[in-house]
């Protein structure tokens, strides 16, 4: 496999529910991202990790919980969402970057999320 | 408050015409830009990028233009293909944000009719 792959694609889940969101690149990058997109909004910024190390985390609910056990697989935990957490997740990779992002994102192909 | 605003949610164009597609920014410290493409069912992927030491960045039928003072930056498409057709993403970075940071717009749908 190449590039950035997700897992699942599709995921309907209850308020109550625990699940987990997949990412897996395959171009030897060391910094991976999971990106927000809702409807009619631009894409959100919700964590970084940069050789396996979070390095942002742009004020997202406890709710979300991301892992990242190697720099090749990042995880997103979700406990107790929300209707409106309802959206699509984009993971991405980049080589990390040193200073200001310069290169490009390479995103996977979401994981729509729909919370009952 | 939205730092990248794409103000047209979506543009429709004859094929073999030209597609502008419009982005405005109000961080003055952001120096880098990249334009991202979206079909359906997939994830953005990287079109063209432009440093704000230049003012236009060409690759094949896709021109990026850059005014600096107007805080402006437009992509343009000729000629557009029907294949053209998707959601065009803005997206600045820079030292205004933090360094892993890009500020998207919220896209504009383009559509190119045969």
Known sequence: ?116 | DQQVKQNSPSLSVQEGRISILNCDYTNSMFDYFLWYKKYPAEGPTFLISISSIKDKNEDGRFTVFLNKSAKHLSLHIVPSQPGDSAVYFCAASGSGGSNYKLTFGKGTLLTVNP
């Open chain 1, 1 to 116: 496999e190449t590039g950035v792959t997700q897992t699942p694609r599709h995921l309907v889940m209850g308020m109550t529910n625990k699940k987990s969101l997949k990412c897996e690149q395959h171009l030897g990058h060391n910094a991976m991202y999971w990106y927000k997109q809702s409807a009619k909004k631009p894409l959100e910024l919700m964590f970084v990790y940069s050789l396996e190390e979070r390095v942002e985390n742009n004020s997202v609910p406890s709710r979300f919980s991301p892992e990242c056990p190697n720099s090749s697989h990042l995880f997103l935990h979700l406990h107790t969402l929300q209707p409106e957490d309802s959206a699509l997740y984009l993971c991405a990779s980049s080589q990390d970057p040193q200073g200001p992002i310069t290169g490009e994102l390479f995103f996977g192909e979401g994981s729509r999320l729909t919370v009952l």
